[in-house]
């Protein structure tokens, strides 16, 4: 059963500052590895998709990477706003038919002004 | 930009009872889902639903959980009678407008259920 963890739960670091959020999962046999951002009592907006042959993903001032050999994924935030403040979850997908996301418990970041 | 839609925001019902939460997927989309977060948990995985009949669901969803797609249009999960457990944060999404399994998932706001 895949097992999805990110790593740190909470961070919280100066405005400007370029920052990493991990992700990690158990089973390496994905088909695509999605990010989300969740703010407060609201849904979840997908960020980046990352399928299973690419190592990298861009959007604006985020870049998604995916080194499935290892299980990880990283998204790297470049010069930090202060409505970049959320929860960023992520979420892989295992299933080759309409299966469902396996999520982790996401990062909570705060971007001090 | 198109956009999932669920209803209502908030629905508070008392244990026991029936309660349907309604979605409108992405026109077009072909695959849905149903997630619940419980507070401070995991977004976890219900159901998903392709070509008018569920195919996939995880163990949480049981006999009390059933999916319905009306129409062309709706996308609806019912809980047969509530329990206090079922209390949570539930997401409808959707995807695949091309019925490509490797599409994004979009999600919508969700739905507040509480149960007293």
């Known amino acids: 059963k895949q097992e999805v963890t990110q790593i740190p739960a909470a961070l919280s670091v100066p405005e400007g500052e370029n920052l990493v959020l991990n992700c990690s999962f158990t089973?390496?046999?994905?088909?695509?590895l999605q990010w989300f951002r969740q703010d407060p009592g609201k849904g979840l907006t997908s960020l980046l998709l990352?399928?299973?042959?690419?190592r990298e993903q861009t959007s604006g001032r985020l870049n998604a990477s995916l080194d499935k050999s290892s299980g990880r994924s990283t998204l790297y935030i470049a010069a930090s706003q202060p409505g970049d403040s959320a929860t960023y979850l992520c979420?892989?997908?295992?299933?080759?038919?309409?299966?469902?996301?396996?999520f982790g418990k996401g990062t909570h970041l705060i971007i001090q002004p | 930009e198109p956009e999932v839609t669920q209803t209502p925001s908030h629905q508070v019902t008392q244990m026991g009872q029936e309660v349907i939460l309604r979605c409108v997927p992405i026109?077009?989309?072909?695959?849905f889902y149903w997630y619940r977060q419980i507070l401070g948990q995991k977004v976890e995985f219900l159901v998903s639903?392709?070509?008018?009949?569920?195919?996939?669901k995880s163990e949480i969803f049981d006999d009390q959980f059933s999916v319905e797609r009306p129409d062309g249009s709706n996308f609806t999960l019912k809980i047969r009678s509530t329990k206090l457990e079922d209390s949570a944060m539930y997401f409808c999404?959707?995807?695949?407008?091309?019925?490509?399994?490797?599409?994004?998932?979009?999600f919508g706001d969700g739905t507040r259920l509480s149960i007293l």
């Open positions: 979420a892989s997908y295992s299933g080759g038919g309409a299966d469902g996301l396996t």
């Open positions: 990352i399928q299973s042959s690419q």
């Open positions: 639903f392709y070509n008018n009949e569920i195919s996939e």
């Open positions: 999404a959707s995807s695949g407008r091309t019925g490509n399994s490797n599409q994004p998932q979009h």
């Open positions: 089973d390496s046999a994905i088909y695509n």
């Open positions: 026109s077009n989309h072909l695959y």
